[in-house]
């Protein structure tokens, strides 16, 4: 079992940026893919940001490509979603999700789940 558990959420201003964090406790996520997903209130989780479990291969939603980062310190079992230039529309519940596939969009590619962190963005 991986227990996630996400944190760096909070309320910023348009334009400004947060850094999530997912500790992942259990067993190590080394070898998982590892993913981003946010939902807004009324509407269905979405895809974010995934990494492969090297780092070495990143995949992004359009909408946020250009302004997000993934990344993973396996090392420190767990994973960061650097958010820039947040706009309204990036208000959501974010969530850290761990798989074994490839670098997965779906909720369905992943096993393990976080319980969320908000991010609110202001206008």
């Known amino acids: 079992q991986v227990q996630l558990v996400e944190s760096g959420g909070g309320l910023v201003q348009g334009g400004g940026s947060l850094r999530l964090s997912c500790a992942a406790s259990?067993?190590?996520?080394?070898?998982?893919?590892m993913g981003w997903f946010r939902q807004a209130p009324g509407k269905e989780r979405e895809f974010a940001a995934a990494i492969n479990w090297s780092g070495g291969s990143t995949y992004y939603a359009d909408s946020v490509k250009g302004r997000f980062t993934i990344a993973r310190d396996n090392a420190k079992n767990t994973v960061y979603l650097q958010m820039n230039i947040l706009k309204p529309e990036d208000t959501a519940v974010y969530y850290c999700a761990a798989g074994l596939g490839s670098l997965g969009t779906t909720r369905y590619d992943y096993s393990y789940w976080g319980q969320g962190t908000q991010v609110t963005v202001s206008s």
């Open positions: 259990g067993r190590s996520i080394s070898s998982y893919t």
